[in-house]
């Protein structure tokens, strides 16, 4: 069902410690994942993005876990910085066969790195 | 490259009047994407092009709600006529398919903060 108004749930943190946000997607047919960060007052941000015939993909500080079994998805930041205090959204999409370039997004996760 | 480009990047208008958000995706890209900000809601898939054509359109809320993508450097949403609950963030995004890979990562603009007293 639809939340009446959007909660968004907040990750503290201290600067260089490892942060981990999760994700639980909704559809067991998606294949296709892309972790987004918001920053105040801008667009999203692509991040990395992780396919479903893979369960681990590391970018620069960034790692994205993917377990299908139960259908979550994570986003590990090394050594967070003070930069890193954004909105982080995870998306999927899944294959129809037909129109299959839609994103679903989640409600995102506050990450809030203290100093 | 100068990223997704909207226009304007603020607007406040009254209830009743015409709005029109704009877009030019990244040169290159041949999906285009209108998505809606709320807190309520989150962040919704409102329709989306490929090569100029809309392919799905079941986010768009109410007839009111329009868009077109008359060439490929170039959309428009339009709100005719407005209402205060049509007051969000409206972001354009724009991707590119890479040779048989079906989706990839969506470029996002800045966005139009829209406010309808």
């Known amino acids: 069902g639809e939340s009446v108004g959007l909660h968004l749930p907040t990750l503290s943190v201290q600067e260089g410690d490892n942060s981990i946000i999760n994700c639980a997607y909704s559809n067991s047919a998606s294949d296709y994942f892309i972790w987004y960060k918001q920053e105040s007052g801008k667009g999203p941000q692509f991040i990395i993005d992780i396919r479903s015939n893979m369960d681990k993909r590391q970018g620069q500080r960034v790692t994205v876990l993917l377990n299908k079994t139960v259908k979550h998805l994570s986003l590990q930041i090394a050594a967070t910085q003070p930069g890193d205090s954004a909105v982080y959204f995870c998306a999927e999409n899944t294959y129809y066969g037909g129109a299959t370039n839609k994103l679903i997004f989640g409600t995102g996760t506050l990450l809030a790195v203290q100093p | 490259d100068a990223g997704v480009i909207q226009s304007p990047r603020h607007e406040v208008t009254e209830m009743g009047q015409e709005v029109t958000l704009r877009c030019k995706p990244i040169?290159?890209?041949?999906?285009l994407f209108w998505y809606r900000q709320t807190m309520m809601r989150g962040l919704e898939l409102l329709i989306y092009?490929?090569?100029?054509?809309?392919?799905?359109d079941s986010g768009m809320p109410e007839d009111r709600f329009s868009a077109k993508m008359p060439n490929a450097s170039f959309s428009t949403l339009k709100i005719q006529p407005s209402e205060p609950r049509d007051s969000a963030v409206y972001f354009c995004?724009?991707?590119?398919?890479?040779?048989?890979?079906?989706?990839?990562?969506?470029?996002f603009g800045p966005g139009t903060r829209l406010t309808v007293l």
């Open positions: 092009f490929n090569n100029n054509v809309p392919i799905d």
């Open positions: 995004a724009s991707s590119r398919r890479r040779g048989q890979v079906r989706i990839n990562e969506q470029f």
């Open positions: 040169s290159g890209h041949d999906y």
